[in-house]
């Protein structure tokens, strides 16, 4: 079945320290990739996504490569803030079937001032 | 982006209690919707899925009695914890689309904490 692993939390940072959470998958066919953000106390919002290989996915500072070879999707941000501390989920979604993304379990991420 | 609320926020009832929990798409026709379960520190758990007019899909070992959810229109939907008891606990959130193949918006979540 489909599955996607991500690194155990929590990551802990500086600000202005440089951010990669790592993921990967498994798909039965060719996924669709996602990273949402939670931040405390409130739903998922959606940060980027990638529907084909080698396609960037970036938003806020945040990038992820969708790469095939490697079935990663690693999440980076060159200089984080404060104000990213969330949590972030790594997901993915095959076409056909229900269309329903499946879930990391999501990485905790602090940046200390 | 569109836009899912949910109502309320947060809730707190006496064990034995039913409690509802409303998820709306403000400004699109979510055909589906989804209804998720988050524990502490942990991923979301899909619940329950129901396409409006339709009976709702419920995940297994969802318990689909204690869970009820309702899909009665296009921009509502409802999940209803019926004999609510501690361990019901938990952090749900809801999200909706409109089609398959388009992205699925999440709602803030609730808390809901049982006495």
């Known amino acids: 079945g489909d599955s996607v692993t991500q690194m155990e939390g929590p990551v802990t940072l500086s600000e202005e320290a440089f951010l990669t959470i790592n993921c990967t998958y498994t798909a039965t066919g060719y996924p669709s990739l996602f990273w949402y953000v939670q931040y405390p106390g409130e739903g998922l919002q959606l940060l980027l996504k990638a529907t084909k290989a080698d396609d960037k996915g970036s938003n806020k500072g945040f990038e992820a490569t969708y790469r095939k070879e490697t079935t990663s999707f690693h999440l980076e941000k060159g200089s984080v803030q404060v104000s990213d501390s969330a949590v972030y989920f790594c997901?993915?979604?095959?076409?056909?079937?229900?269309?329903?993304?499946?879930f990391g379990r999501g990485t905790s991420l602090i940046v200390h001032p | 982006g569109a836009v899912v609320s949910q109502h309320p926020s947060w809730v707190i009832c006496k064990s034995g209690t039913s409690v509802k929990i409303e998820c709306r798409s403000l400004?699109?026709?979510?055909?589906?919707m989804f209804w998720y379960r988050q524990f502490p520190k942990q991923s979301l758990m899909l619940m329950a899925t129901?396409?409006?007019?339709?009976?709702?899909?419920?995940e297994q070992g969802v318990e689909k009695d204690k869970f009820l959810i309702n899909h009665a229109s296009l921009t509502l939907s409802t999940l209803t914890v019926t004999s609510a008891h501690p361990e019901d606990s938990s952090f749900y959130i809801c999200?909706?689309?409109?089609?398959?193949?388009?992205?699925?918006?999440f709602g803030p979540g609730t808390r809901l904490t049982v006495l």
């Open positions: 129901s396409n409006e007019g339709s009976k709702a899909t419920y």
């Open positions: 999200s909706a689309r409109d089609s398959p193949d388009n992205e699925q918006f």
């Open positions: 400004d699109f026709q979510a055909t589906t």
């Open positions: 997901a993915l979604r095959v076409r056909g079937g229900s269309y329903i993304p499946t």
